[in-house]
């Protein structure tokens, strides 16, 4: 008589059958030990490449600090400033009544103003660069517009777009920014909450000009700039220091904003209004052509698509080493639910390739940081929990990637013609899209739609609106945020997964 166990006691049996057949497909991989060497290799040639991609010659002096902003951002924050103190709660009114500029100065000087020129008010927490700030502008060529904290960009109504009068009134830590065609009739452009904002703030008129980028054959051009406005009557309401105002050039070292160590700004007073010049930027460090002597996060652990690659060619040889040798039918013998086996297959490689990812990023980080800076170069800076994603993300790229070419293995039976494929569609689009070996739309469209998607999980920097740069693969940029791009890959993985196992159960083993 056969005896029927309840429905929990048969749950319990399937799983303790799973928790079985995991620890021997363990066993089998611990006991290979090219495999083992194998992953080894991989989290070393991961740190190796890392470590050489620092290795450029020394440039002599310790790099520049780049200021980081309210959110750990780093940032540029250049611009000249006209200030003078409010205390507590108050005003600021001025008509921004005309705006002009220089571009590329030297021999090739021509006039113009920069689309993202900026003249305006600003209410700012103290002069250190990165700190806490709001204002309203006029810019070359984006109209009226409200920024603050540097990644925070307002576009004001189209009825004051192209307004000149601006206000600023501060209350508490909140800042308000408006717009007016008149200086009599006024619209809410924006408002923008800045913690801890001190009672004390410096406040008053100010122009920053970023650099002219302009795409070229062979990359960019960047030409510096400078902006001069011209401020009419200043209007002010709340408790002001007493005194004349103030000028002083907000210096942050950064990217964009770097050139103004040769521009500089300054003011006069013109009757009851202000002239104002000024060079330099207020917004997020995005890198890109622009970044210079500097390394991102992810140009540290360049070397990753290598490790990926020997991760994957073990994840391939994980199942195909046994359909060759006929161990495979051994296996099934055991363990008739295909579909289980490989299930316990992926996930004894994916941790052990996540395992060897995690490490061999958590290694490279700091030991690529401090090479670099060793030799005068900079870091950007993250928020800590973008470097925890990046780091995290290495090491699922790893697994995923492993995984994938184990299921791609299962589809075709051989391990060389598996790794052949996985090459052909993560590694090889990666390579033609970043190294600029193809044009940029066809590599942007390369890591849309394949495998190499998956490698945007280690971007850190960001596009803005607000900032100029070249948004392209070659120089950094991937078309998808990251967790979308790291879904294409992982879209694969399941569908290749899925034809592995209704093709394991349809054929002979």
């Known amino acids: 008589m056969t005896a029927v166990l309840p429905p929990r006691a048969d749950e319990r049996r399937a799983r303790g059958g799973f928790?079985?057949?995991?620890?021997?497909?363990w066993t089998k991989f611990r006991t290979v030990r090219g495999w083992v060497i194998g992953m080894v290799v991989a989290a070393v040639v991961?740190?190796?490449?890392?470590?050489?991609?620092?290795?450029?010659?020394?440039?002599?002096?310790?790099?520049?600090?780049?200021?980081?902003?309210?959110?750990?951002?780093?940032?540029?924050?250049?611009?000249?400033?006209?200030?003078?103190?409010?205390?507590?709660d108050g005003s600021i009114t001025v008509p921004v009544t005309s705006l002009t500029g220089i571009i590329s100065m030297g021999p090739d000087e021509r006039r113009g103003v920069e689309p993202w020129a900026k003249a305006g008010i600003i209410v700012k927490d103290g002069l250190r660069p990165g700190s806490h700030y709001a204002a309203i502008m006029v810019t070359g060529g984006h109209g009226v517009?409200?920024?603050?904290?540097?990644?925070?960009?307002?576009?004001?109504?189209?009825?004051?777009?192209?307004?000149?009068?601006?206000?600023?009134?501060?209350?508490?830590?909140?800042?308000?920014?408006?717009?007016?065609?008149?200086g009599t009739h006024w619209t809410r452009v924006g408002s923008a909450r800045l913690p801890g904002l001190a009672s004390m703030a410096q406040v008053g008129p100010f122009v920053a000009s970023p650099m002219d980028i302009k795409?070229?054959?062979?990359?960019?051009?960047?030409?510096?700039?400078?902006?001069?406005?011209?401020?009419?009557?200043?209007?002010?309401?709340?408790?002001?220091?007493?005194g004349a105002w103030k000028g002083e050039q907000v210096r942050g070292a950064g990217t964009s904003g770097s050139y103004t160590d040769t521009v500089h700004g300054g003011f006069t007073?013109?009757?009851?209004?202000?002239?104002?010049?000024?060079?330099?930027?207020?917004?997020?460090?995005?890198?890109?052509?622009?970044l210079g002597t500097g390394y991102t996060l992810e140009n540290l652990l360049v070397g990753a698509f290598a490790g990926i690659l020997v991760a994957a060619v073990i994840g391939a040889l994980f199942l195909s080493a046994?359909?060759?040798?006929?161990?495979?039918?051994?296996?099934?013998?055991?363990?008739p639910r295909r579909g289980r086996v490989l299930a316990a297959k992926a996930l004894v490689i994916g941790s052990v390739a996540f395992a060897t990812g995690l490490?061999?990023?958590?290694?490279?980080?700091?030991?690529?940081?401090?090479?670099?800076?060793?030799?005068?170069?900079?870091?950007?800076?993250?928020?800590?929990?973008?470097?925890?994603?990046?780091?995290?993300?290495?090491?699922?790229?790893?697994a995923v990637a492993a995984v994938f070419a184990l299921a791609v293995a299962a589809v075709i039976r051989r391990g060389a013609a598996a790794v052949t494929i996985i090459v052909a569609?993560?590694?090889?689009?990666?390579?033609?899209?970043?190294?600029?070996?193809?044009?940029?739309?066809?590599?942007?469209?390369?890591?849309?739609?394949?495998?190499?998607?998956?490698?945007?999980?280690?971007?850190?920097?960001?596009?803005?609106?607000?900032?100029?740069?070249?948004?392209?693969?070659?120089?950094?940029?991937?078309?998808?945020?990251?967790?979308?791009?790291?879904?294409?890959?992982?879209?694969?993985?399941?569908?290749?997964?899925?034809?592995?196992?209704?093709l394991l159960r349809r054929r002979d083993a």
């Open 145 to 182: 517009r409200m920024q603050h904290d540097y990644v925070h960009d307002t576009a004001a109504p189209d009825a004051v777009a192209s307004a000149r009068w601006l206000r600023l009134v501060r209350s508490g830590d909140t800042v308000t920014g408006f717009g007016s065609a008149d």
């Open 425 to 502: 569609v993560l590694v090889l689009p990666y390579v033609l899209a970043t190294g600029g070996l193809l044009p940029d739309g066809p590599s942007a469209w390369l890591l849309r739609v394949t495998p190499a998607a998956g490698f945007a999980i280690q971007q850190t920097v960001v596009r803005y609106p607000q900032v100029d740069t070249l948004y392209t693969p070659s120089a950094g940029y991937f078309p998808l945020p990251s967790w979308a791009g790291f879904a294409v890959l992982c879209a694969y993985t399941a569908v290749a997964l899925a034809a592995a196992s209704h």
């Open 46 to 88: 991961t740190v190796l490449i890392g470590l050489f991609g620092t290795a450029g010659p020394t440039l002599g002096h310790p790099p520049d600090a780049i200021p980081t902003g309210p959110d750990g951002q780093a940032v540029n924050d250049s611009f000249y400033f006209v200030h003078r103190t409010l205390q507590g």
């Open 322 to 335: 046994e359909h060759r040798r006929g161990l495979i039918r051994i296996t099934f013998a055991a363990s």
């Open 359 to 398: 490490a061999a990023a958590a290694v490279t980080v700091p030991l690529a940081t401090a090479r670099a800076r060793g030799h005068g170069f900079f870091i950007l800076p993250t928020p800590a929990w973008t470097e925890v994603r990046v780091v995290a993300g290495t090491a699922l790229l790893f």
């Open 215 to 242: 795409a070229t054959a062979h990359g960019a051009a960047f030409d510096p700039a400078v902006a001069t406005a011209t401020f009419g009557t200043v209007a002010l309401s709340g408790r002001w220091t007493p």
């Open 19 to 25: 928790v079985r057949l995991l620890r021997a497909e």
């Open 269 to 290: 007073e013109t009757g009851a209004g202000l002239t104002v010049t000024g060079a330099g930027d207020i917004a997020p460090v995005v890198g890109g052509p622009a």
